[in-house]
């Protein structure tokens, strides 16, 4: 069964260009999450959907900004425009009614 | 507030020592649960263990065991007879509403 699914892995963009990354959530799994780590503020919850609405998005750092979910397998996060700081790595995870969260492996942002 | 203090920042074992690694934890709930992340050099999170506030009982897998006790706040992780596959960054997370609420990791490193 395959686990959650990003894209791309590693992304290096220049400031000011907009930025969009992508995750397809596990089959089945009504819950989806993205997170940001970085050494200064390690991992920290941006946004979480439930059933494709947003819950809470208290820690998405501002309007640059932007998450989306169309449908239950997929969702995007975007960043418009892009800035030196918000270089990290990106985890979408998804979880089911058991609260456990399954985490895709990440996409390394580098705005230069 | 959720809180939860992972107070080594990093460790350093040789092979086949036993490590326990320390997780406290704050919180309001009298429901929660609690997670240990692992974090490889590959960068993927994965899922250790799920422990739910009611369950107080020791929990064993191979090599690896947790200890649960709410009187202290605590959910400490040991690995016996360390291996140098062992070397990552572990995280213990809390639950908050739908949320993780991670600790800031400790790094173990075990040397050969």
């Known amino acids: 069964d395959a686990g959650v699914i990003q894209s791309p892995r590693h992304e290096v963009t220049e400031m000011g260009q907009e930025v969009t990354l992508r995750c397809k959530p596990i089959?089945?799994?009504?819950?989806l999450f993205w997170y940001r780590q970085t050494m200064m503020r390690g991992l920290e919850l941006l946004i979480y959907f439930n059933n494709n609405v947003p819950i809470d998005d208290s820690g998405m750092p501002e309007d640059r900004f932007s998450a989306k979910m169309p449908n239950a397998s997929f969702s995007t996060l975007k960043i418009q425009p892009s800035e030196p700081r918000d270089s990290a790595v990106y985890f979408c995870?998804?979880?089911?009614?058991?609260?456990?969260?399954?985490f895709g492996p990440g996409t390394r942002l580098t705005v230069l | 507030a959720q809180k939860v203090t992972q107070a080594q920042t990093e460790i350093s074992v040789v092979e086949k020592e036993d490590v326990t690694l320390d997780c406290v934890y704050e919180t309001r709930d009298t429901t929660y649960y609690l997670f240990w992340y692992k974090q490889p050099p590959s960068g993927e999170l994965v899922f250790l263990i799920r422990?739910?506030?009611?369950?107080?009982q020791n929990e064993i897998s191979g090599r690896y065991s947790w200890n649960f006790q709410k009187s202290t706040s605590s959910f400490n992780f040991t690995i016996t007879a360390s291996q140098v596959v062992d070397s990552a960054v572990y995280f213990c997370a809390l639950i908050y509403g739908n949320k993780l609420v991670f600790g800031a990791g400790t790094i173990l490193r075990v040397k050969s």
């Open positions: 422990r739910n506030s009611f369950d107080e």
């Open positions: 995870a998804s979880s089911d009614r058991l609260l456990q969260q399954f």
């Open positions: 089959s089945g799994h009504n819950s």
